[in-house]
């Protein structure tokens, strides 16, 4: 692997694209570096977003991030799909398209969630092979977030750190790093967060992400919906400290506050990149 992150731009800090901000972007052309586009919601359609999406990337740098990829599922691989994404990717001019290490469906049949995959040395060659399926037929790089987890397999032989490791290592694929994820997972699961981040091979992450969680029966839940806790940023903090620089997005997706508020988690963002340099 290239160590410049397979030769892709640092495009600084971003935000993802929704729609309740068209409107704003277009007329008021916020300083922000970039655009996170979730290419499902711009996929089997011609509508008005996809207008919209048009005249944003033309302005903007833009990335895609999935979560219909399905890459941990025993279903064959979906090329109709990947044709979808690839001409949404050439479309707009998308830097990287990422996708989540887990599975969405199984038999045909979607489930509208993130599902969890065991690990196991079996699915890591598994998900390793359709990676490389799926690189083959995008001409780049496939980029993979870790999970958000709320349950272990007991047949695990594997960490979550270690499997992600090995799956990257082995597909030359890239890593986006969701802190806040990691962060969700220690809680959840009781493992140190730091340690996790020492065993990644963090000269692949081509992206960052960080976002808000909240309490649900006990457990913390990624739910996208409130300001980055403070332990969050103090793990982005670490994370920049042992080497991972790539661009950073902060995630909202439920309870959408407006581009203005937004703005203020970017100002957080740039000066914790600040104190490390």
């Not at 064959?76 to 469906?105: M, N, Q």
Request: proline share 5%; glycine share 8%.
């Amino acid at each position: 692997m290239n160590s410049d992150r397979f030769g892709l731009p640092q495009l600084g800090f971003g935000v993802g694209l929704r729609s309740v901000h068209y409107e704003h972007i277009l007329s008021k052309r916020p300083r922000v570096g970039w655009f996170e586009v979730l290419s499902d919601n711009y996929m089997h359609t011609k509508g008005r977003p996809l207008g919209y999406l048009d005249q944003i990337a033309a302005r903007y740098p833009v990335a895609l991030h999935g979560v219909g990829l399905s890459i941990g599922s025993v279903d064959p691989l979906d090329f109709a799909y990947l044709a979808e994404l690839k001409a949404l990717r050439d479309r707009v001019g998308a830097h990287w398209v990422s996708d989540h290490i887990c599975w969405t469906g199984v038999q045909g049949r979607y489930g509208h969630d993130l599902y969890p995959i065991p690990f196991t040395e079996e699915a890591l060659r598994h998900v390793a092979r359709r990676v490389c399926q799926v690189q083959d037929y995008l001409e780049a790089p496939l980029v993979l977030e870790n999970p958000s987890t709320y349950l272990d397999f007991r047949g695990s032989t594997l960490g979550e750190a270690e499997f992600i490791a090995a799956l990257l290592e082995e597909s030359d694929a890239g890593l986006l790093l969701d802190l806040n994820n990691v962060y969700v997972n220690a809680k959840n699961h009781g493992f140190d967060a730091l340690a996790y981040l020492k065993q990644l091979p963090l000269q692949r992450v081509v992206q960052l992400h960080v976002a808000g969680h909240s309490q649900a029966q006990g457990y913390l839940a990624d739910t996208h919906s409130a300001p980055v806790a403070d332990e969050v940023w103090a793990l982005l903090e670490q994370a920049l400290r042992l080497g991972a620089r790539a661009p950073l997005l902060v995630e909202w997706d439920a309870d959408i506050p407006s581009f203005p508020e937004l703005e203020l988690e970017l100002g957080k963002a740039e000066a914790c990149f600040a104190r490390v340099r």
